[in-house]
C-alpha cells in the first residue's frame, strides 16, 4: 500500500487515523491510541521535545511493508500516510538496552531513595523489561554529596540521568536560565550557574526543575514526588491574582508537599516559590488559636461564645446610641468569594450601613472604576492565555516577574523571544531589562505619557478608523484635545524622550493585535482613574479590543481583589456591581436578603480613618486587613484605631493592626478551607479544603453566618456551594455558576445559566453600548506640589518576589531565609552626594515621620527617585508614605511620595511580640 500525498491520515501499528497539523508522532499516539503506551525520560507536559534521551524511539516506514526507519517519536513530526510502529522488537530492544546504559551509571538504591515508586526511570525500566544490566556495573561519576545550601531546593545529582529536564524548565518555563549542562561526553553534570550552590546561584526557588526531573537528582526539602502521602487534593494558592492550581499532598492530616498540575489553564505545571513553597505558615506556633477579648487593656483567652456575645452586646448598643453608620466593616481580598460576599451582607442586612469596604480600595479600586467608565464593566477584558495570540504586549506600571511570577514569566518568554514589549515604569524592572521599548517615566506622570502616546497614534495616522466609528463615542472631542498638546513640554514632565514614546506608540498601534497590562504603578496614583481610562482610550483608538490577543488586562494584585469587588464589598455597590444607592435596585437587595437594606452613602476606607478620628465611627469589623502595615500614613491609621470604642479582626496572626484590637477572631487559612477565588482574568475556581482549621480556628465565612445568627439574622452555616447559590441569584455575571460546574479548572465570568462562560469581553458590543473616549491634562501630585521644594526625592514602593504585602504569611515561612529585611533601591549618583554607600543604614524622612532602611546602590531606579518594600514590620515603610489619594477611586497614592534622605547611625526596632506570649 502507498500513502496519498494529501493525505491527512498516518497508521499506528496498521491501524488508520487522522493527526493535527504540526502533531509529532508520540503526541498523535498518545491522543488517538493510548494503548500503545509509548515510553519517555527527556519528555515532559510543559516543555518543548528535545529528543535526548531515544527512549521513545518508534519505526517508521512509508508502506506497509517497505523499510522503516527509526526515529525519536517525540519530535518527529508525523507524515502523510506514513506507518507507525510502536513496539516492533527492533524498537524494543533498543530501548531496553538504552535503559541499561542509564542505569550502568545510576546509584541502584531505590528502595532508600525518596522517590521510589514514583521516579520515571524506575517506570520506564520496569515497562521496558530490564530486571537486571547486562553490562558491568560502572563507577557512578558524579559527586555523590547533596547540596542542601538552599532553603527549599536540594540536589543529589549523583542521580542525574542527563535529559536535560531541569535545563528546559529553567529556560523555557522560568526563564531563569541559572541550570546548565558542564563538561562533555562521560564528563557531562548539570551545574547551577557559575558552577556554584542553589543558595548562591540566581535561582527563584520556582521549582520548576524538581518537578521537571524524571528521577530525585533535583528535588526539594518536602519530597514533593515522594509517594508517602495519603491523599492529593486541587486547590488555588492564596497569595497573587494569577490563581495558580496547586496539588497538595497530605499526610497524616498535615500538609506534605505542593506540586502544580500540568492540566491547569492557568499555570500549566508551573508556580512560584510561594505558591509551591511557603505554606508553613499555616501551622506556625504565632497562628493564634483561640478567641481574645482585651480586658483591662490586655487581649485575654476567651470561649467563642464570650466573645460572639460581647461583640453583639456591643455592637447593638452602638448602633442604639450612634445609628448603623457609627459601624463599618472591611472585607479581604485573600478570603473566598463566598466570605466576601457574607461579610458585605453581614454590614448591609444585619448592621444597616453600607460602611463596607475591602482592599480593592487601596489597589485597584481606579481600575474598576475606570475600566467601568470607558467599557462599562471593570474587569479584564482578555485572558492570559491569550499571550499566544498577540503581537505586542505593553506593560505599564507593574513588575510581573515578581508580583504576578507565573505571568510575568510568560512575559518574559514573550520578550526574550524579541516579540514586541513596551515597559512603562520608573524601575529598570528585570522585564524591561529584555523590552524592545522601556519608557522611564519620573513618577506621577502616567498621564503624561500616555497622552504623549495618543498624541503620535493620531498624528501618524495610525488609529482605527472603522473602530472608532462603529463602536466608540466622544472620540473628535477627544483627539482635538490630545493634539492640542505641547510634546516637548510632556517630554520635559515625564523625562522620557519624544522620540522614545513615538517609536513605542507605532509600534503598539501598528501591531496587528497588542494587548495591555497595567499594575499599581498606574492606580496608586492621584490620577490613577484618569491613566486607566487614557490606557482604555489606546485601546480603542487602534481597534485593541473584543478578540483575542488584545485587550485592556490588570495585573490584579492579591489572589480575590478581583472576587472581593465582584462580592459587593464596596460602598456604592453592592453584589454585582449594582448602584448600592439606587431606591430601584435596592428593592431588589431587600428581596433578596428578606429585610431592610441602608440607601445611605457610605464610607470608603481611607473614610473610615477620617470617620474615627473624628469620633463619628465608633466600631470596626476587619476580617484578614492589616491596615496598620499596609494602608499609607500609619501613624494616622493607628490613631483611627486607638480611637474606636471596638475594633473587631479576624487574623490568623497577631498583625500590627490586630495589636489594637478590642477582640481577635482566629480565622482558618486557606488550605483550612473552602469556596471559591475569582483571578485577575475573571476566572473563577474552586478552593477546597485541604485539612482541618486549627483547634479553636473556624473558617471566616463560618464566623460571620454565627455573628449574623447572634444578633438575630437567620443565615445557614458556611457552605461554600449554597452560598453560591445565593449570589448566582443575585450577581448577574455569576447566574449558570455552581460548585459543580466550576469542575477542575474554573469558568471565567459572565457566565450563562447553563455554565456557558465568557472568554473575552466586549466581543460584538460594550455593556453599554459604546465605548467612551476620555481625556485629561496632566496634574502634578498634591504631595510634590506641598512637599516637593523641601522634601526632593521621590520614594515609590514595590512588592518583591519572596514576600506578600505585609509579610505575615511569607516571614513565617523559608521565604524569609531567602530575603531577610527590606531595602532602600537608591542610585549611586544620589548614594554618592550623600556619602552612602552599599548596606549604610539610610534615615529616610517625610513630612509625616521616618524610618531607617538599608541601602541597596542600584542603576534599577533613576537619579533622584528611590523604592523599598514594606513586607517587615521592622521598618514600617508606611510611616512615611502620604495621606494623597486618587481623586475619583480614592486610592492611596503610593506610587509619588516626597522624602529627603542623609546617611544614618539607625539600626531596627525588632517587634518581638508574639500571640503565645498573649495566649500564656
Same mark, same amino acid.
Given at each position: 500500500?502507498? +500513502?496519498?500525498?494529501?493525505?491527512?491520515?498516518?497508521?499506528?501499528?496498521?491501524?488508520?487515523?487522522?493527526?493535527?497539523?504540526?502533531?509529532?508522532?508520540?503526541?498523535?499516539?498518545?491522543?488517538?491510541?493510548?494503548?500503545? @503506551?509509548?515510553?519517555?525520560?527527556?519528555?515532559?507536559?510543559?516543555?518543548?521535545?528535545?529528543?535526548?534521551?531515544?527512549?521513545?524511539?518508534?519505526?517508521?516506514?512509508? *508502506?506497509?511493508?517497505?523499510?522503516?526507519?527509526?526515529?525519536a517519536s517525540c519530535h518527529t513530526p508525523v507524515t502523510p500516510g506514513s506507518f507507525i510502529y510502536t513496539d516492533s522488537e527492533k524498537v524494543k530492544r533498543l530501548r531496553k538496552n538504552i535503559i541499561e546504559l542509564v542505569l550502568t551509571d545510576h546509584p541502584l538504591?531505590?528502595?532508600?531513595?525518596?522517590?521510589?515508586?514514583?521516579?520515571?526511570?524506575?517506570?520506564?525500566?520496569?515497562? &521496558?523489561?530490564?530486571?537486571? &544490566?547486562?553490562?558491568?556495573?560502572?563507577?557512578?561519576?558524579?559527586?555523590?554529596?547533596?547540596?542542601?545550601?538552599?532553603?527549599? =531546593?536540594?540536589?543529589?545529582?549523583?542521580?542525574?540521568?542527563?535529559?536535560?529536564?531541569?535545563?528546559?524548565?529553567?529556560?523555557?518555563?522560568?526563564?531563569?536560565? /541559572?541550570?546548565?549542562?558542564?563538561?562533555?561526553?562521560?564528563?557531562?553534570?548539570?551545574?547551577?550557574?557559575?558552577?556554584?550552590?542553589? %543558595?548562591?546561584?540566581?535561582?527563584?526557588?520556582?521549582?520548576?526543575?524538581?518537578?521537571?526531573?524524571?528521577?530525585?537528582?533535583?528535588?526539594?526539602?518536602?519530597?514533593?514526588?515522594?509517594?508517602?502521602? @495519603?491523599?492529593?487534593?486541587?486547590?488555588?494558592?492564596?497569595?497573587?491574582?494569577?490563581?495558580?492550581?496547586?496539588?497538595?499532598?497530605?499526610?497524616?492530616?498535615?500538609?506534605?508537599?505542593?506540586?502544580?498540575?500540568?492540566?491547569?489553564?492557568?499555570?500549566?505545571?508551573?508556580?512560584?516559590?510561594?505558591?509551591?513553597?511557603?505554606?508553613?505558615? +499555616?501551622?506556625?506556633?504565632?497562628?493564634?488559636? $483561640?478567641?481574645?477579648?482585651?480586658?483591662?487593656?490586655?487581649? !485575654?483567652?476567651?470561649?467563642?461564645?464570650?466573645?460572639?456575645?460581647?461583640?453583639?452586646?456591643?455592637? !447593638?448598643?452602638?448602633?442604639?446610641?450612634?445609628?448603623?453608620?457609627?459601624?463599618?466593616?472591611?472585607?479581604?481580598?485573600?478570603? *473566598?468569594?463566598?466570605?466576601?460576599?457574607?461579610?458585605?451582607?453581614?454590614?448591609?442586612?444585619?448592621?444597616?450601613?453600607?460602611?463596607?469596604?475591602?482592599?480593592?480600595?487601596?489597589?485597584?479600586?481606579?481600575?474598576?472604576?475606570?475600566?467601568?467608565?470607558?467599557?462599562?464593566?471593570?474587569?479584564?477584558?482578555?485572558?492570559?492565555?491569550?499571550?499566544?495570540?498577540?503581537?505586542?504586549?505593553?506593560?505599564?506600571?507593574?513588575?510581573? !516577574?515578581?508580583?504576578?511570577?507565573?505571568?510575568?514569566?510568560?512575559?518574559?518568554?514573550?520578550? #526574550?523571544?524579541?516579540?514586541?514589549?513596551?515597559?512603562?515604569?520608573?524601575?529598570?524592572?528585570?522585564?524591561?531589562?529584555?523590552?524592545?521599548?522601556?519608557?522611564?517615566?519620573?513618577?506621577?506622570?502616567?498621564?503624561?505619557?500616555?497622552?504623549?502616546?495618543?498624541?503620535?497614534?493620531?498624528?501618524?495616522?495610525?488609529?482605527?478608523?472603522?473602530?472608532?466609528?462603529?463602536? $466608540?463615542?466622544?472620540?473628535?472631542? %477627544?483627539?482635538?484635545?490630545?493634539?492640542?498638546?505641547?510634546?516637548?513640554?510632556?517630554?520635559?514632565?515625564?523625562?522620557?524622550?519624544?522620540?522614545?514614546?513615538?517609536?513605542?506608540?507605532?509600534?503598539?498601534?501598528?501591531?496587528?493585535?497588542?494587548?495591555?497590562?497595567?499594575?499599581?504603578?498606574?492606580?496608586?496614583?492621584?490620577?490613577g482613574t484618569f491613566t486607566v481610562m487614557l490606557i482604555s482610550d489606546l485601546a480603542m483608538i487602534t481597534g485593541n479590543i473584543g478578540r483575542k490577543g488584545v485587550g485592556v488586562n490588570p495585573l490584579r494584585g492579591q489572589n480575590n481583589v478581583q472576587g472581593a469587588?465582584?462580592?459587593?464589598?464596596?460602598?456604592?455597590?453592592?453584589?454585582?456591581?449594582?448602584?448600592?444607592?439606587?431606591?430601584?435596585?435596592?428593592?431588589?437587595?431587600?428581596?433578596?436578603?428578606?429585610?431592610?437594606?441602608?440607601?445611605?452613602?457610605?464610607?470608603?476606607?481611607?473614610?473610615? %480613618?477620617?470617620?474615627?478620628?473624628?469620633?463619628?465611627?465608633?466600631?470596626?469589623?476587619?476580617?484578614?486587613?492589616?491596615?496598620?502595615?499596609? @494602608?499609607?500614613?500609619?501613624?494616622?491609621?493607628?490613631?483611627? =484605631?486607638?480611637?474606636?470604642?471596638?475594633? /473587631?479582626?479576624?487574623?490568623?496572626?497577631?498583625?500590627?493592626?490586630?495589636?489594637?484590637?478590642?477582640?481577635?477572631?482566629?480565622?482558618?487559612?486557606?488550605?483550612?478551607?473552602?469556596?471559591?477565588?475569582?483571578?485577575?482574568?475573571?476566572?473563577?475556581?474552586?478552593?477546597?479544603? &485541604?485539612?482541618?482549621?486549627?483547634?479553636? !480556628?473556624?473558617?471566616?465565612?463560618?464566623?460571620?453566618?454565627?455573628?449574623?445568627?447572634?444578633?438575630?439574622?437567620?443565615?445557614?452555616?458556611?457552605?461554600?456551594?449554597?452560598?453560591?447559590?445565593?449570589?448566582?441569584?443575585?450577581?448577574?455575571?455569576?447566574?449558570?455558576?455552581?460548585?459543580?460546574?466550576?469542575?477542575?479548572?474554573?469558568?471565567?465570568?459572565?457566565? #450563562?445559566?447553563?455554565?456557558?462562560?465568557?472568554?473575552?469581553?466586549?466581543?460584538?458590543?460594550?455593556?453599554?453600548?459604546?465605548?467612551?473616549?476620555?481625556?485629561?491634562?496632566?496634574?502634578?501630585?498634591?504631595?510634590?506640589?506641598?512637599?516637593?521644594?523641601?522634601?526632593?526625592?521621590?520614594?515609590?514602593?514595590?512588592?518583591?518576589?519572596?514576600?506578600?504585602?505585609?509579610?505575615?504569611?511569607?516571614?513565617?515561612?523559608?521565604?524569609?531565609?531567602?530575603?531577610?529585611?527590606?531595602?532602600?533601591?537608591?542610585?549611586?549618583?544620589?548614594?554618592?552626594?550623600?556619602?552612602?554607600?552599599?548596606?549604610?543604614?539610610?534615615? /529616610?524622612?517625610?513630612?509625616?515621620?521616618?524610618?531607617?532602611?538599608?541601602?541597596?546602590?542600584?542603576?534599577?531606579?533613576?537619579?533622584?527617585?528611590?523604592?523599598? *518594600? %514594606?513586607?517587615?514590620?521592622?521598618? =514600617?515603610?508606611?510611616?512615611?508614605?502620604?495621606?494623597?489619594?486618587?481623586?475619583?477611586?480614592?486610592?492611596?497614592? +503610593?506610587?509619588?511620595?516626597?522624602?529627603?534622605?542623609?546617611?544614618?547611625?539607625?539600626? +531596627?526596632?525588632?517587634?518581638?511580640?508574639?500571640?503565645?506570649?498573649?495566649?500564656?
Amino acid at each position: 500500500m502507498t +500513502y496519498n500525498k494529501v493525505s491527512t491520515l498516518a497508521f499506528i501499528n496498521g491501524s488508520p487515523h487522522e493527526y493535527l497539523p504540526g502533531e509529532t508522532i508520540l503526541g498523535f499516539v498518545r491522543r488517538v491510541e493510548k494503548s500503545a @503506551d509509548i515510553p519517555t525520560l527527556c519528555d515532559a507536559p510543559n516543555l518543548e521535545p528535545f529528543g535526548s534521551c531515544r527512549v521513545c524511539s518508534v519505526e517508521v516506514g512509508l *508502506t506497509e511493508n517497505g523499510p522503516r526507519r527509526t526515529m525519536a517519536s517525540c519530535h518527529t513530526p508525523v507524515t502523510p500516510g506514513s506507518f507507525i510502529y510502536t513496539d516492533s522488537e527492533k524498537v524494543k530492544r533498543l530501548r531496553k538496552n538504552i535503559i541499561e546504559l542509564v542505569l550502568t551509571d545510576h546509584p541502584l538504591d531505590c528502595l532508600t531513595c525518596e522517590v521510589n515508586n514514583n521516579c520515571e526511570l524506575q517506570t520506564v525500566a520496569a515497562k &521496558v523489561g530490564v530486571r537486571k &544490566v547486562r553490562y558491568p556495573e560502572g563507577k557512578n561519576h558524579l559527586d555523590r554529596s547533596k547540596d542542601l545550601s538552599h532553603p527549599y =531546593m536540594t540536589s543529589d545529582l549523583s542521580k542525574c540521568i542527563n535529559c536535560f529536564r531541569c535545563v528546559r524548565a529553567c529556560d523555557e518555563v522560568q526563564g531563569q536560565m /541559572v541550570l546548565s549542562m558542564a563538561g562533555r561526553g562521560f564528563d557531562s553534570r548539570i551545574i547551577k550557574g557559575a558552577d556554584v550552590s542553589f %543558595f548562591e546561584s540566581e535561582c527563584v526557588s520556582c521549582g520548576a526543575c524538581a518537578q521537571a526531573c524524571p528521577t530525585s537528582a533535583i528535588s526539594d526539602v518536602f519530597e514533593s514526588k515522594s509517594v508517602a502521602y @495519603d491523599s492529593k487534593v486541587r486547590t488555588v494558592c492564596t497569595y497573587c491574582g494569577v490563581g495558580c492550581n496547586l496539588e497538595v499532598a497530605v499526610a497524616i492530616g498535615k500538609v506534605k508537599s505542593i506540586q502544580a498540575p500540568y492540566n491547569a489553564e492557568v499555570n500549566q505545571g508551573h508556580t512560584c516559590l510561594k505558591g509551591r513553597f511557603a505554606f508553613s505558615f +499555616y501551622e506556625h506556633p504565632d497562628r493564634i488559636t $483561640t478567641p481574645l477579648i482585651r480586658k483591662d487593656g490586655v487581649l !485575654t483567652p476567651a470561649s467563642w461564645e464570650e466573645a460572639y456575645g460581647f461583640i453583639a452586646q456591643k455592637l !447593638t448598643e452602638i448602633k442604639a446610641t450612634h445609628g448603623p453608620d457609627a459601624i463599618a466593616g472591611i472585607s479581604s481580598a485573600r478570603c *473566598t468569594n463566598e466570605e466576601n460576599y457574607l461579610m458585605q451582607k453581614f454590614i448591609r442586612a444585619v448592621i444597616g450601613t453600607n460602611n463596607i469596604d475591602c482592599c480593592a480600595r487601596v489597589c485597584h479600586s481606579p481600575t474598576a472604576l475606570g475600566m467601568q467608565r470607558a467599557f462599562g464593566t471593570g474587569a479584564a477584558t482578555n485572558s492570559i492565555e491569550d499571550l499566544k495570540h498577540t503581537d505586542c504586549i505593553m506593560v505599564i506600571g507593574a513588575n510581573p !516577574t515578581d508580583g504576578h511570577p507565573v505571568t510575568g514569566a510568560k512575559f518574559k518568554q514573550f520578550a #526574550m523571544k524579541g516579540k514586541t514589549t513596551i515597559v512603562i515604569d520608573p524601575r529598570r524592572t528585570e522585564l524591561a531589562r529584555y523590552a524592545t521599548y522601556h519608557l522611564p517615566l519620573r513618577p506621577g506622570t502616567n498621564v503624561a505619557l500616555l497622552n504623549m502616546m495618543l498624541y503620535y497614534i493620531i498624528s501618524e495616522g495610525l488609529e482605527d478608523k472603522s473602530f472608532i466609528e462603529k463602536r $466608540t463615542e466622544g472620540y473628535r472631542e %477627544f483627539s482635538d484635545h490630545i493634539l492640542a498638546l505641547d510634546m516637548d513640554e510632556h517630554a520635559d514632565i515625564t523625562g522620557v524622550s519624544k522620540e522614545l514614546v513615538r517609536d513605542a506608540a507605532i509600534a503598539y498601534a501598528k501591531a496587528p493585535n497588542a494587548m495591555s497590562f497595567h499594575g499599581l504603578g498606574v492606580t496608586e496614583h492621584s490620577q490613577g482613574t484618569f491613566t486607566v481610562m487614557l490606557i482604555s482610550d489606546l485601546a480603542m483608538i487602534t481597534g485593541n479590543i473584543g478578540r483575542k490577543g488584545v485587550g485592556v488586562n490588570p495585573l490584579r494584585g492579591q489572589n480575590n481583589v478581583q472576587g472581593a469587588a465582584d462580592m459587593g464589598c464596596q460602598p456604592h455597590q453592592g453584589a454585582g456591581y449594582l448602584n448600592a444607592y439606587d431606591p430601584e435596585i435596592n428593592r431588589k437587595y431587600e428581596e433578596h436578603y428578606r429585610t431592610r437594606i441602608p440607601l445611605g452613602k457610605g464610607y470608603k476606607i481611607p473614610e473610615m %480613618f477620617e470617620a474615627s478620628i473624628d469620633g463619628k465611627l465608633k466600631a470596626l469589623w476587619l476580617m484578614g486587613e492589616d491596615v496598620v502595615q499596609t @494602608d499609607p500614613n500609619t501613624q494616622k491609621v493607628i490613631r483611627a =484605631m486607638e480611637n474606636l470604642d471596638l475594633l /473587631v479582626v479576624q487574623e490568623l496572626f497577631l498583625t500590627e493592626t490586630a495589636k489594637y484590637a478590642t477582640v481577635i477572631l482566629p480565622g482558618a487559612s486557606f488550605l483550612e478551607k473552602s469556596g471559591t477565588y475569582t483571578n485577575g482574568e475573571r476566572r473563577i475556581q474552586r478552593v477546597q479544603k &485541604v485539612v482541618e482549621p486549627l483547634p479553636g !480556628t473556624k473558617a471566616d465565612g463560618q464566623i460571620i453566618c454565627d455573628i449574623m445568627n447572634v444578633m438575630g439574622y437567620s443565615q445557614c452555616d458556611y457552605d461554600p456551594a449554597e452560598i453560591l447559590k445565593e449570589i448566582a441569584v443575585i450577581v448577574p455575571f455569576f447566574a449558570g455558576v455552581t460548585w459543580e460546574n466550576l469542575g477542575t479548572l474554573g469558568l471565567q465570568w459572565p457566565v #450563562m445559566p447553563g455554565g456557558t462562560d465568557t472568554k473575552i469581553l466586549h466581543t460584538d458590543t460594550f455593556k453599554n453600548g459604546k465605548g467612551k473616549f476620555h481625556h485629561f491634562d496632566w496634574v502634578e501630585s498634591q504631595e510634590i506640589v506641598d512637599h516637593g521644594k523641601d522634601y526632593p526625592y521621590i520614594i515609590t514602593t514595590n512588592r518583591e518576589l519572596e514576600h506578600y504585602n505585609a509579610g505575615t504569611m511569607t516571614r513565617r515561612t523559608g521565604n524569609v531565609k531567602i530575603l531577610t529585611e527590606d531595602v532602600l533601591m537608591i542610585h549611586p549618583d544620589d548614594a554618592a552626594r550623600h556619602g552612602i554607600a552599599e548596606g549604610d543604614m539610610v534615615c /529616610v524622612e517625610s513630612p509625616r515621620g521616618k524610618v531607617d532602611i538599608k541601602a541597596r546602590i542600584t542603576d534599577e531606579v533613576r537619579p533622584g527617585v528611590l523604592s523599598s *518594600t %514594606f513586607h517587615f514590620p521592622e521598618i =514600617m515603610l508606611n510611616n512615611i508614605t502620604s495621606d494623597v489619594h486618587d481623586s475619583e477611586a480614592k486610592c492611596p497614592e +503610593y506610587k509619588v511620595v516626597a522624602v529627603r534622605i542623609r546617611k544614618s547611625k539607625g539600626k +531596627y526596632k525588632e517587634s518581638k511580640t508574639s500571640v503565645n506570649q498573649l495566649q500564656n
